[in-house]
Structures are given as structure tokens and as C-alpha cells.
């Protein structure tokens, strides 16, 4: 029986799944519908549909993960599904990870303004740069399947080829668990560091258009301030969403606490849901088409409600009247 806190969070995580799918696939459709209607893929729709492309599996992923580990532990440990989950938690992580660092270090390269040699160089390079980047990930891929092949077969050969085993020391279990995560964790300061330096950059325009202009804002301080407020909340997001990897791998060494289980598994799916609505609001195209979707969706339903309580011929007869 689970409680009512952890049926409350189960809820939560569930909706925070739904919202994300639905958020991202729309971000995947729009962006693969302009590719078709363009003839061309630019590079910032490639990583954004394939941001959402991962971020959808992603959330499939931390979902499908918790409820086996819930209901069914038993099944989880043992046999090859945790094998199978395991490689895909590397691939479709990194490969979300990767696309999300990529996004920020091209809004980065492209938005902001530093005088530094190397900031300019990297600037007139970005597509040989997310290439390189691309690099990386291949790379991060080749260093740590072979670690988490060893953990599997190390677990193997200690439980008698049977279930898994985690009567480990926490010393040990925690030093395998960075060098697997060690090119997610460089990914991921990687892009803090791009989104703090694009902060910076967008606080200094503002801060020397203030000084110029005593009236009121003009548009491009507006949409800067906007800019700055979307970045501080992925970064936010994004914070929230390794904490709750933390959580999840801390939970591995205590399978008995399910509260704490459930509590990081909401707060990892936190990220992939909230930062596709971040990413719809931030972008002019997505937050158009959306609206224009919305705007769709109230004329059908007005229209629906018009046609089932339109009046038939000999009530209209009596109105008239």
C-alpha cells in the first residue's frame, strides 16, 4: 500500500509526464513541419527537435524506471531489464544533456557580446563548434559503456549471476557512479557556465541602456530582461533535475525508503516538462504557433457548443414570435 504523500507525488510526476510529452512532441511537430515546408534543416531546428525527440524518451524513461522499481523490485533487479534500462538511461541522458548544452552554447555564441579573441574565434566557428560538441558526446558514450559493463558484470559474478547486489561499500559505489556520470557532470557545468556568461552578458546591455535612456523601457530591454528571466529558470530546472538524479542513485544503497524514491523521481521529471514550456514561451515561432493552436481549439469547442444547443426550426419559430 503506498501512503497518501507518496500517491500525491506518484500524481505529480504522472501529470509532470503527460505535460512534458505533449510539450515536447509539439516542439518535435512544429519544427519538423518547417523543415518540410522550408526544404532546409537549420541547425537550431536540429537540436531542438532532437532535444525534444530525447526529452520525450527521457520522460518515458524516469517513469517506466519508478513504477517497475515501485510495484515490481523483484523483476527489476533481476533477469536482463535492468541491463536493458541501464544502457538506455546512458544514451537517451547524455543525448538530452548534450542537446541541451548545444542549445545554450549557440544562443550563447549568438546572443552575447564579449570583446575576448576566443569568445569572437568560437563566435565565427559555431557550427564547427556544436560538431566538436557532437564529438564529445560520441566520446563520453565510448569512456562510459564500458564502465557500466563492468558494474554489471561485477554485480553478476557477486550474486551469483541471479539478481543484483548492492552489499557494497558506499565509498565504492559512489566513485562508480561519478566515473559513469563524468561526461554528463562536464556537460552539465558546461552549460551553466555558457548560461551564466549569456546572463552576464544580457545584465551588462541593460545596465548600459538604462544609462542612456531615462524613459521608459524600449522593446529590446524588455525582451533582454525576458531572456534573462527564461535562463535563471532553466538553470533552476536544470539544478532540480541532477539533484533528483542524486536522489534516485542515493535511493540504490536504500531501496527500503520509497517516500525519498518517489520524491526524487518527480523532481528529476521536473526538468524535461518544465523546460519545454520554457522553451514555447522563449521562442517567437513556437509561442506563436501555440497560441494560434489555442486560439483553434476555443473556436472548435465554441463552435461544438453552438451546434448542441442550437434551437431547432419550430423554436426558432417561437422565438421570433
Not at 130 to 136: E, I, K, P, Y
Not at 158 to 171: A, I, L, Q, V, Y
Not at 188 to 214: A, D, E, G, Y
Amino acid at each position: 500500500m503506498i501512503s497518501i504523500l507518496e500517491g500525491l507525488l506518484i500524481f505529480i510526476a504522472v501529470s509532470e509526464a503527460i505535460l512534458g510529452v505533449l510539450g515536447n512532441g509539439f516542439i518535435g511537430l512544429v519544427n519538423c513541419v518547417d523543415c518540410v515546408k522550408n526544404k532546409k534543416f537549420s541547425m537550431i531546428g536540429f537540436i531542438l527537435t532532437g532535444l525534444a525527440t530525447s526529452r520525450i524518451f527521457l520522460i518515458l524513461l524516469i517513469i517506466t524506471d519508478g513504477f517497475i522499481k515501485l510495484f515490481s523490485p523483484d523483476m527489476y533487479y533481476s533477469g536482463k531489464l535492468i541491463d536493458f534500462i541501464s544502457y538506455s538511461w546512458i544514451i537517451i541522458n547524455q543525448s538530452s544533456i548534450w542537446f541541451a548544452t548545444s542549445l545554450s552554447i549557440f544562443y550563447f555564441l549568438k546572443i552575447a557580446n564579449f570583446s575576448h579573441h576566443i569568445f569572437l574565434w568560437l563566435k565565427g566557428r559555431i557550427n564547427r563548434v556544436l560538431h566538436l560538441l557532437m564529438g564529445s558526446l560520441f566520446i563520453s558514450w565510448l569512456f562510459t559503456f564500458p564502465q557500466i559493463v563492468r558494474i554489471i558484470n561485477d554485480n553478476r559474478m557477486r550474486s551469483g549471476n541471479t539478481t543484483w547486489d548492492f552489499n557494497m561499500p558506499k565509498s565504492t559505489f559512489f566513485t562508480k557512479q561519478i566515473l559513469v556520470n563524468l561526461g554528463v557532470i562536464l556537460l552539465f557545468t558546461l552549460c551553466l557556465v555558457t548560461c551564466f556568461l549569456l546572463i552576464i552578458s544580457l545584465w551588462r546591455h541593460n545596465r548600459r541602456v538604462q544609462m542612456k535612456v531615462t524613459g521608459p523601457r524600449d522593446p529590446s530591454t524588455e525582451a533582454h530582461m525576458k531572456a534573462m528571466k527564461l535562463l535563471i529558470s532553466f538553470i533552476f530546472l536544470f539544478i532540480l533535475y541532477f539533484i533528483g538524479i542524486v536522489i534516485e542513485i542515493v535511493c540504490f544503497s536504500m531501496p527500503e525508503n520509497r517516500l525519498l524514491f518517489i520524491f526524487g523521481m518527480t523532481t528529476t521529471a521536473i526538468y524535461p516538462c518544465g523546460h519545454s514550456l520554457i522553451l514555447i514561451l522563449g521562442n517567437s515561432k513556437l509561442k506563436r504557433v501555440s497560441l494560434r493552436a489555442l486560439q483553434q481549439c476555443k473556436c472548435c469547442e465554441a463552435g461544438t457548443r453552438l451546434t448542441a444547443h442550437r434551437p431547432a426550426w419550430g423554436e426558432m419559430d417561437v422565438l421570433r414570435e
